[in-house]
């Protein structure tokens, strides 16, 4: 008797993280399962805050279920597995991710859209005296216990924001209407940024506005210095002078953890995982990765649009490897829509050489945002 013929063999996926991109991965994934594939889900919380919301969240506009995907239940839909611990390495030899809870959790294919990290490592008194805007759950963790302060020391209380581009701007407009609303009375809000041209991280045709704007709101702005020293009571700046203050953010650029480096796969000098344009590592073709913690060959800024946009290319791409068919090319778009919320319901936006501001922009925003995380919702 001849033995039964054996059925298509069973690939292990395993998805490390849970960012912009994977929420597409579990959306394709329910709308229609990956044959003959087990999936994974392995990150540190059942939920992502959509960072598009969060500093409207500050601002006192929502609630932070309103900014919330529960990729846990997206993965439950999905018939996922959901693993809710930390990925602390991989090792590409076994093809196996180690985490941080002690399991082994052992993959054909991985995929990671882990996010970005803040490195408080090389700035004396950070880890202790400074509130990194990364891990986004640890900093909404914190947040209420800061506003809490803030309210107890007014009049008076100071708030340092290190870090000018686009979050940081957006944060210190946020803080500066949620004191506002708080009756938090003369209160001072400094943002501090490192590069020579003020407000570079911004879109060029929304700087003179934005400058315009921090000036009407209060908020004091100090270009082309770093910090470099957390002290008590104070941050002490590159230009040797020290700014009093009794909270510090920092919001400075994305920092790439430093597992992926550490593992083996290729990386840029910044420690970002190297991929292709189908979204492959260019060391290890069965790890996919994109998001803030992939080095695209087309080089994009850090930001969740590019992520979004990736989303369904590496959905379709970690289905064909799957079934091992043809990749898809990413090209990630040239231009980006930026949309910038100023603390009260306005906003500014710009495309390209185009802008424009006002509240109807906020109500595009908001309109934006919540069609995006009601639709994994």
Known sequence: MRPAPEGPAV?????????????????????????????TLISPYPRQIYSGMLPGWIAGHYSIEQCAIPIDLLARRAGIRFVQTACTDIDLESK?????????????????????????????????????????EEFVTEWPDLLQRARLQTPGFRQAIIGDGAAGTELAFAIAHRFSREKIVHARIT???????PL??????????????????GIEYLPNRRAIEFLPEAVYL???????????????????????????????????????????????????????VAAYADPRPKSGVFAVRAGPVLANNLRAACAGTALQIWSPQVRALYLISTGKRHALAAWGPLSTSG?????????IDHRFVQRFS
């Open 96 to 136: 196996q991710v180690r985490c941080a809870n002690g399991q082994l959790i052992p993959f054909d294919l991985v995929s990671i859209d882990s996010g970005p990290t803040v490195n408080l490592d090389h700035t004396p008194g950070a880890s202790l005296r400074a509130l990194p805007i990364r891990p986004i």
């Open 238 to 292: 590159s230009d040797d002078t020290k700014i009093a203050c009794d909270a510090s953010l920092i919001v400075t650029g994305a920092a790439a953890p430093a597992w992926p480096s550490r593992s083996g796969l290729a990386c840029d000098s910044d420690g970002f995982i190297r991929v292709t344009s189908t979204l492959q590592s260019g060391s290890h073709p069965w790890v996919f990765a994109a998001g803030d």
């Open 359 to 367: 509240n109807w922009v906020w109500r595009w925003k908001d309109r």
């Open 11 to 39: 690939k292990r996926l395993a998805l490390i993280g849970g960012g912009h991109a994977h929420v597409h991965v579990l959306d394709a994934f329910a709308r229609q399962p990956f044959p003959d594939t087990e999936v």
């Open 200 to 217: 570079s991280g911004l879109p060029a045709g929304l700087r003179n506005e934005a400058l315009s704007l921090l000036k009407q709101r």
């Open 191 to 197: 943002l501090i940024g490192g590069n020579d041209r």
